[in-house]
Each structure stands twice: as structure tokens, then as C-alpha cells.
């Protein structure tokens, strides 16, 4: 496998013109759907090409100012007077769409049902429609079983996936081995045989009466009427969930972890990397979002700040035409510096940290204002690229 | 449903069982672990439950990570980690007498396979083992570091969507007290905590509606964290400026012995930080009903977090909730 392989890209920009799944991870609240939307936006007016951003569940404003308004699962083009009316000069197609995992999943089965007596049984099934509506561990597989249909579809050049928040950053990456594990297992047939040929063997009777005894005979039947109609379906999907896995560990497939420096993040896009790593994934780049700027380290300037909050008093005098408030507002000017100094060394620390994992390593600084633009998404796509 | 206005915040401590939730990397073990050490504090009994279990909770109070059985980790509040299939085997020992001594590996296959099969069954072993808590009373108080927003709807909502898929059975016979718990709004509350920031007030709001419309739980509080601190009164940013102007800033350099120009710039993007903050902030306020109350924690400048750090996290709490 060449996957593991350190890339050569030595920018984003780079990586992103080598690859054709760009999949971006990493913990929540981080900006992770706005860094997707922006690379995808830059990579359209940098490289040209069509180029889609698949996401989850994208900010109002983000979804506005890509033009996303009322699109479900299918893509939508974006614009190019959104690329224009922002000053810029699209030489390829944006297009974007939203992960809609009830319709992924009815999708699914209508692809995979071998016949319309079965899937119409399956779409009314409640505990499909449970697993399908419901539950949001089946986002996981969803998510990456789009992306592989997309794929296969061929019609763009660069893919870029904004994963659904999980409640462990690598349950997305194990959904398609699940999905097969679980149509293979062993229990599975256990638990259909019975309802089957209603002979119960010895070995598996207790497991009935535990069952049985927690979950009521009816659901118990419930249960295996839909996996007894799931399993018309058993080799298609396992044959399909193990082609998703191939395509994440592909040598055109990259892994980008988006994070903040904050303590929690950190340690989990520290995590995250490490265990696509040892996955032999392909991990191309961690993307820090909100860094504080580097002067706020700075030892020299610490010092003028220390001395700046001891002597306000005689620093501030005769500066402005209130000596009372300046010498207030030097304190703290002072001491406002010595906070933020605080964090951006415990910061600058974990960044150190996580050096040399990637191919790629970059930091977005804050900006004073919300992205919720196109013009917003480029200017932090030119941060990123270069 | 329960019925909006009857619980005002000071009461949140008289609660039995407190859910806090929040979108990732907005603070919400920190403030879970704050509301339990405020708690002890006020002499109560507090088991801090932590169901994704990372081993932070703990580390919060100093201590290495907890498991199933909790273990006081300070004084007056002990620690623990959900882990459903050691909630599944302890139900089966208290309510079923099923012996599950030594024959552990057919038990856990069995459990894997039904929790993946149906849908819920996790979630409720969650909840029940925490209902159950309650109803035993060995603590005053539990407060649980809930999922993600985006997965708490899931969890709270799971006793109701069992009702609905189990018509007999054991589970089903467990389900009616547990919602009986979980909707009385004198016993358990939610806690939604946020950001001054863009996508954490809108998901708040979102959850708002969500747990009001999908849930029998009641909404106690917003906790709004890591609000940076007003730098400048108006009369003070003028003066700011004046400090700012180039013939001013040089004087003021040659009197430090120094550039200050980073200083000050950074005083700048702190302004300019809360600015854009208290946009989110105000958003947030109009969007909620007007009598649920909103927390404010401020920002912490500190090189790390740890039993400090939630000590200060509970005495913000405490002021917040005028104690």
C-alpha cells in the first residue's frame, strides 16, 4: 500500500492539486465546514475544475452565501456571479451538497432491494425508519457511502467531505467495516434462525432467554422480520461497504484534521492523527483555525508589558487630556496583554506538539469577523493554500 | 411536557439530575465539573457522570480517569464513567438475578450484537443507570457530561422511542419511571453550554426547540462560556485611541523602553474579539424565551486546566447563580 507514504505537497494548495478526496476531520467546533467550503471555493478559482464540497449541516449563513438555500441531497451548482460579486474569478465549477441521511438511506435501499415487495417492506419497517431517521451513528456510514457514490459517478475533479460530527472522531472511519462485520455476524443468523425454522438449538436457547426476557418476544420478531428483509440484501452491501474502505485508504485519498490549539481539540486532533497513521491512511494536512498571533509570545514585549502595569501611573502622564483614565487604560492595555500572552504560550506549546505529523502543517490566524461569505471564505482559503 | 417558568437558575442545584450539553469544544465538561464541585460545595452529595467516556472529568479534579464504579475525587463528589455494557450486567444482577459471574464473553457478544440491532438500547442503559442513581438516592445530586447537542436529543428522547418499539418485556416495564424522572421538571433539568460564537448560538437555539419539541426534559439554563472581558468603557476607548495615535505611542515607547505597538495591538484584537463576540451573544439572548436564565462564565487565562480551573469555574457559577 502506498497510502502511508509522506506526499510531497509542501502546501495545501499542492496537496490539494494531487488528490481527489480531500476528507476533512477532526473535532467539533472548529470550523471544520467553513475550512472545507473555503478550500473547495479557492481550489475552484486556484485550480479550476469541478470541484464539490459534500457537507453536513452547514451554518445558515455559510449555506447562504454559497447559494445553498432549500438543497437536499443532490448537488447544487454554485453560482459563479457568488465567485464574481466577491471579486473573484472562478476558472472551474463549485458545486456543493448537504447530506440528507434519511434520503441516503432510502436511496440505498432502493439501489440494493431485489425487489419492490421488499423494499416497500423495508421503507415501512419502524425500526428502519428508526435507524434511518433517528439515530445519528448511521450518519457515519452514510456520509462515506455518498462520498464512494459521488466517486464512482466521476463527474469531479476534487472532492472535498466535511464529516459529521461524531461522538468519536473515528467512528466515520469505522462505519463501513461495521456495516459489514454486522451483515456477517454470526449473532445475526442466530437470532434470524429461530424465526426461521422455529427449531432452537442448545447452544443458543439461553441467549433467547436473556433476550427474551429484556426485550419482549414482539420486538425480538420485530428485530428479525427486518434483518430477515436485510439480508436480501447482505452481499450488495457488504460487497459495498468494503469498497468504501478501499476508497478512504486510495493513494488519490487525503486526510486533512482540522483543530483549534484549544486543550480538548488538540488532544483529540492529536489522537485523530495518530490513528489515521497507524491506519495507513494518508494524513496531508492539520489545518489550525483562531491562532493567536505570534507577538503575544514574544518574551521582549512581555517584559515592556510587565513594566507597563508596574508604572502606569508615571507612563501615562501627560499623553492624552485625561491622565486619570490613561492610567487606567495603560494598566490594562498591560494586563490584557499578559492574559492573552498566558494562553498564546500554552497554545503555541501544543503546537509545537503536534509538528511533524503531517505533510502539511498550517495556522489560520483569528480574524475579526465572522465568515459568512464568499469573500470570507476565499480570504481564509488564501490563508490556507499557500 | 413540562410547563416553561418553574424553574428559576437558583434552583439548578436542587435538581436530582442535570444533563450538560453543548456542541464540541465549547466547554461542557468543564462546566459540568464546575456545577458538581459548586455543588459539593454546598454540601451536597455529587456523582459527575461523564458518558463519552475521554478520562477528562477526572482530570479536571486531579485525579486518573474513573471507571464504571465512581471513586470520590474530591471532597464530596465522586466520578465515574458510563460504560453500557457494565450498566447492561449490573441491571441483569439487580433486576433479573441473572448470574453473569465468569461467563462474561458470550454476555458481551450477545450485548454488542442487541445494542447494534436495536436502536435505543444503548442510550437507555445510559439513562437508565442514571435514573437509577436518582432513585436510589446515594447521591443528592448528579450531573452528567452529556453527548454533543447533536446527540443528546437522541439520548433523552430514547426512553419515549422504546415505549414506542417495545410493547412488553422487561425494558419496556423500565421505561415508564424513567420517563416519570426524566420529566419532572423539579428532578432532572438540561443545561445547554455555548460560546459567545456563530455555529454554537445557533445550535443552542436549534436545541432549544429540539428538546422542547422531542423531549419530555425541561431546559434549565444556557451557560454562555469563555466571555472575554469588557476591556474599555467608551470614555476609555477614546483615550485608547488617543494612546494609539503615532506621535503618542512613540513617546510612550521611548518612556517603556520598548516597542509597545503589540501591546497595544493586542489590546486592540481583544476589543475587537468581544465585539464580534457580543453580536453572538445578543443573538442569543433575543432567541431564547425571556425568562430562561443565561450564565455568563468568563474567559480563563490559564496555562492549563485542572482542579484550579474548575474551582474557579464553580465560584463564576456560584456568582452567576447569586449564591
Given at each position: 500500500?502506498?497510502?502511508?507514504?509522506?506526499?510531497?505537497?509542501?502546501?495545501?494548495?499542492?496537496?490539494?492539486?494531487?488528490?481527489?478526496?480531500?476528507?476533512?476531520?477532526?473535532?467539533?467546533?472548529?470550523?471544520?465546514?467553513?475550512?472545507?467550503?473555503?478550500?473547495?471555493?479557492?481550489?475552484?478559482?486556484?485550480?479550476?475544475?469541478?470541484?464539490?464540497?459534500?457537507?453536513?449541516?452547514?451554518?445558515?449563513?455559510?449555506?447562504?452565501?454559497?447559494?445553498?438555500?432549500?438543497?437536499?441531497?443532490?448537488?447544487?451548482?454554485?453560482?459563479?456571479?457568488?465567485?464574481?460579486?466577491?471579486?473573484?474569478?472562478?476558472?472551474?465549477?463549485?458545486?456543493?451538497?448537504?447530506?440528507?441521511?434519511?434520503?441516503?438511506?432510502?436511496?440505498?435501499?432502493?439501489?440494493?432491494?431485489?425487489d419492490?415487495?421488499?423494499?416497500?417492506?423495508?421503507?415501512?419497517?419502524?425500526?428502519?425508519q428508526?435507524?434511518?431517521?433517528?439515530?445519528?451513528?448511521?450518519?457515519?456510514?452514510?456520509?462515506m457511502?455518498?462520498?464512494?457514490?459521488?466517486?464512482c459517478?466521476?463527474?469531479?475533479?476534487?472532492?472535498?467531505?466535511?464529516?459529521?460530527?461524531?461522538?468519536?472522531?473515528?467512528?466515520?472511519?469505522?462505519a463501513p467495516?461495521?456495516?459489514?462485520d454486522?451483515?456477517?455476524?454470526?449473532?445475526?443468523?442466530?437470532?434470524?434462525v429461530?424465526?426461521?425454522?422455529?427449531?432452537?438449538n442448545?447452544?443458543?436457547?439461553?441467549?433467547?432467554?436473556?433476550?427474551?426476557?429484556?426485550?419482549?418476544?414482539?420486538?425480538?420478531?420485530?428485530?428479525?422480520?427486518?434483518?430477515?428483509?436485510?439480508?436480501?440484501?447482505?452481499?450488495g452491501?457488504?460487497?459495498?461497504?468494503?469498497?468504501?474502505?478501499?476508497?478512504?485508504?486510495?493513494?488519490r485519498?487525503?486526510?486533512?484534521?482540522?483543530?483549534?490549539l484549544?486543550?480538548?481539540?488538540?488532544?483529540?486532533?492529536?489522537?485523530?492523527?495518530?490513528?489515521?497513521?497507524?491506519?495507513?491512511?494518508?494524513?496531508?494536512?492539520?489545518?489550525?483555525?483562531?491562532?493567536?498571533?505570534?507577538?503575544?509570545?514574544?518574551?521582549?514585549?512581555?517584559?515592556?508589558a510587565?513594566?507597563?502595569?508596574?508604572?502606569?501611573?508615571?507612563?501615562?502622564?501627560?499623553?492624552?487630556?485625561?491622565?486619570?483614565?490613561?492610567?487606567?487604560?495603560?494598566?490594562?492595555?498591560a494586563e490584557?496583554?499578559?492574559?492573552?500572552?498566558?494562553?498564546?504560550?500554552?497554545?503555541?506549546?501544543?503546537?509545537?506538539?503536534?509538528?511533524?505529523?503531517?505533510?502539511?502543517?498550517?495556522?489560520?490566524?483569528?480574524?475579526?469577523?465572522?465568515?459568512?461569505d464568499?469573500?470570507?471564505?476565499?480570504?481564509?482559503?488564501?490563508?490556507?493554500?499557500? | 411536557?413540562?410547563?416553561?417558568?418553574?424553574?428559576?437558575?437558583?434552583?439548578?442545584?436542587?435538581?436530582?439530575?442535570?444533563?450538560?450539553?453543548?456542541?464540541?469544544?465549547?466547554?461542557?465538561?468543564?462546566?459540568?465539573?464546575?456545577?458538581?464541585?459548586?455543588?459539593?460545595?454546598?454540601?451536597?452529595?455529587?456523582?459527575?457522570?461523564?458518558?463519552?467516556?475521554?478520562?477528562?472529568?477526572?482530570?479536571?479534579f486531579e485525579?486518573?480517569?474513573?471507571g464504571?464504579?465512581?471513586?470520590?475525587?474530591?471532597?464530596?463528589?465522586?466520578?465515574?464513567?458510563?460504560?453500557?455494557?457494565?450498566?447492561?450486567?449490573?441491571?441483569?444482577?439487580?433486576?433479573?438475578?441473572?448470574?453473569?459471574?465468569?461467563r462474561?464473553?458470550?454476555?458481551?457478544?450477545?450485548?454488542?450484537?442487541?445494542?447494534?440491532?436495536?436502536?435505543?438500547?444503548?442510550?437507555?442503559?445510559?439513562?437508565?443507570?442514571?435514573?437509577w442513581?436518582?432513585?436510589?438516592?446515594?447521591?443528592?445530586?448528579?450531573?452528567?457530561?452529556?453527548?454533543?447537542?447533536?446527540?443528546?436529543?437522541?439520548?433523552?428522547?430514547?426512553?419515549?422511542?422504546?415505549?414506542d418499539?417495545?410493547?412488553?418485556?422487561?425494558?419496556?416495564?423500565q421505561?415508564?419511571?424513567?420517563?416519570?424522572?426524566?420529566?419532572?421538571?423539579r428532578?432532572?433539568?438540561?443545561?445547554?453550554?455555548?460560546?459567545?460564537?456563530?455555529?454554537?448560538?445557533?445550535?443552542t437555539?436549534?436545541?432549544?426547540?429540539?428538546v422542547?419539541?422531542?423531549?419530555?426534559?425541561?431546559?434549565?439554563?444556557?451557560?454562555?462560556?469563555?466571555?472575554?472581558?469588557?476591556?474599555?468603557?467608551?470614555?476609555?476607548?477614546?483615550?485608547?485611541?488617543?494612546?494609539?495615535?503615532?506621535?503618542?505611542?512613540?513617546?510612550?515607547?521611548?518612556?517603556?523602553?520598548?516597542?509597545?505597538?503589540?501591546?497595544?495591538?493586542?489590546?486592540?484584537?481583544?476589543?475587537?474579539?468581544?465585539?464580534?463576540r457580543?453580536?453572538?451573544?445578543?443573538?442569543?439572548?433575543?432567541?431564547?424565551f425571556?425568562d430562561?436564565?443565561?450564565?455568563?462564565?468568563?474567559?480563563?487565562?490559564?496555562?492549563?486546566?485542572?482542579?484550579?480551573?474548575?474551582r474557579?469555574?464553580?465560584?463564576?457559577?456560584?456568582?452567576?447563580?447569586?449564591?
Amino acid at each position: 500500500m502506498t497510502a502511508a507514504r509522506p506526499g510531497t505537497a509542501k502546501t495545501v494548495g499542492q496537496l490539494l492539486a494531487a488528490k481527489d478526496i480531500v476528507i476533512a476531520c477532526g473535532p467539533g467546533g472548529v470550523g471544520k465546514t467553513t475550512t472545507a467550503a473555503s478550500l473547495a471555493a479557492t481550489a475552484v478559482v486556484e485550480e479550476g475544475g469541478r470541484v464539490l464540497v459534500l457537507t453536513v449541516d452547514p451554518a445558515r449563513r455559510l449555506a447562504d452565501a454559497l447559494g445553498l438555500k432549500g438543497i437536499g441531497n443532490d448537488e447544487v451548482r454554485i453560482p459563479d456571479e457568488v465567485f464574481t460579486d466577491a471579486a473573484a474569478r472562478p476558472r472551474g465549477q463549485l458545486w456543493a451538497a448537504m447530506l440528507d441521511t434519511k434520503q441516503s438511506w432510502d436511496d440505498l435501499i432502493r439501489a440494493h432491494a431485489p425487489d419492490e415487495a421488499t423494499r416497500e417492506q423495508i421503507l415501512a419497517n419502524p425500526l428502519y425508519q428508526n435507524i434511518s431517521g433517528r439515530f445519528v451513528q448511521s450518519h457515519d456510514y452514510i456520509a462515506m457511502e455518498r462520498l464512494y457514490e459521488i466517486h464512482c459517478e466521476g463527474k469531479y475533479d476534487l472532492i472535498v467531505v466535511d464529516t459529521p460530527p461524531t461522538r468519536n472522531a473515528l467512528d466515520f472511519l469505522d462505519a463501513p467495516q461495521r456495516m459489514a462485520d454486522f451483515f456477517s455476524s454470526r449473532l445475526l443468523r442466530w437470532l434470524i434462525v429461530p424465526y426461521r425454522s422455529r427449531v432452537v438449538n442448545m447452544a443458543s436457547r439461553p441467549f433467547y432467554q436473556v433476550a427474551d426476557r429484556i426485550l419482549g418476544t414482539q420486538f425480538l420478531a420485530d428485530i428479525s422480520e427486518f434483518f430477515i428483509l436485510f439480508q436480501s440484501m447482505y452481499k450488495g452491501f457488504v460487497e459495498r461497504a468494503e469498497a468504501v474502505t478501499r476508497l478512504l485508504s486510495d493513494r488519490r485519498t487525503t486526510f486533512m484534521v482540522v483543530s483549534t490549539l484549544e486543550a480538548t481539540p488538540v488532544r483529540e486532533a492529536e489522537f485523530f492523527s495518530a490513528e489515521l497513521t497507524a491506519r495507513k491512511l494518508h494524513l496531508g494536512a492539520i489545518v489550525l483555525n483562531k491562532v493567536l498571533p505570534e507577538y503575544l509570545c514574544d518574551p521582549r514585549t512581555d517584559k515592556l508589558a510587565q513594566s507597563m502595569k508596574a508604572r502606569a501611573e508615571e507612563l501615562a502622564e501627560g499623553l492624552t487630556d485625561d491622565p486619570v483614565v490613561a492610567r487606567r487604560v495603560v494598566g490594562e492595555v498591560a494586563e490584557s496583554f499578559l492574559n492573552f500572552g498566558v494562553v498564546a504560550r500554552r497554545e503555541a506549546e501544543q503546537q509545537a506538539e503536534l509538528k511533524g505529523a503531517p505533510d502539511v502543517l498550517v495556522t489560520v490566524p483569528f480574524f475579526d469577523a465572522d465568515i459568512y461569505d464568499m469573500a470570507g471564505l476565499l480570504q481564509l482559503g488564501a490563508q490556507v493554500w499557500e | 411536557m413540562a410547563a416553561p417558568g418553574v424553574t428559576a437558575a437558583p434552583e439548578l442545584l436542587d435538581l436530582r439530575l442535570v444533563f450538560v450539553t453543548g456542541k464540541g469544544g465549547v466547554g461542557k465538561t468543564t462546566i459540568a465539573a464546575g456545577l458538581a464541585q459548586l455543588a459539593a460545595e454546598q454540601g451536597k452529595r455529587v456523582l459527575v457522570c461523564e458518558v463519552d467516556a475521554k478520562g477528562d472529568v477526572a482530570s479536571l479534579f486531579e485525579s486518573p480517569p474513573t471507571g464504571f464504579t465512581p471513586r470520590e475525587v474530591a471532597p464530596g463528589v465522586w466520578s465515574m464513567s458510563m460504560d453500557t455494557e457494565a450498566s447492561l450486567r449490573e441491571y441483569l444482577k439487580l433486576h433479573l438475578r441473572i448470574p453473569v459471574v465468569g461467563r462474561i464473553g458470550p454476555l458481551a457478544r450477545a450485548f454488542d450484537f442487541v445494542a447494534t440491532a436495536a436502536p435505543g438500547v444503548r442510550e437507555i442503559l445510559t439513562v437508565g443507570k442514571l435514573c437509577w442513581e436518582v432513585r436510589e438516592s446515594h447521591y443528592d445530586l448528579v450531573v452528567v457530561d452529556a453527548p454533543a447537542s447533536g446527540h443528546i436529543i437522541g439520548q433523552l428522547a430514547a426512553p419515549q422511542a422504546i415505549n414506542d418499539l417495545v410493547k412488553v418485556g422487561l425494558i419496556r416495564s423500565q421505561t415508564d419511571w424513567m420517563l416519570d424522572i426524566l420529566s419532572d421538571p423539579r428532578q432532572t433539568g438540561l443545561v445547554a453550554v455555548c460560546t459567545p460564537e456563530e455555529m454554537p448560538v445557533s445550535e443552542t437555539l436549534e436545541l432549544c426547540t429540539r428538546v422542547r419539541e422531542e423531549t419530555t426534559v425541561r431546559m434549565s439554563a444556557v451557560v454562555v462560556n469563555r466571555v472575554l472581558p469588557e476591556l474599555f468603557s467608551q470614555r476609555e476607548e477614546e483615550i485608547f485611541e488617543q494612546l494609539r495615535a503615532p506621535e503618542t505611542e512613540h513617546v510612550l515607547s521611548e518612556r517603556v523602553g520598548g516597542p509597545v505597538a503589540p501591546v497595544l495591538e493586542a489590546a486592540r484584537l481583544a476589543v475587537t474579539m468581544r465585539r464580534t463576540r457580543s453580536v453572538h451573544l445578543q443573538r442569543l439572548q433575543a432567541g431564547l424565551f425571556p425568562d430562561m436564565p443565561v450564565l455568563l462564565m468568563p474567559y480563563l487565562f490559564a496555562r492549563g486546566f485542572g482542579a484550579r480551573t474548575t474551582r474557579q469555574v464553580a465560584r463564576s457559577l456560584g456568582e452567576e447563580l447569586g449564591l
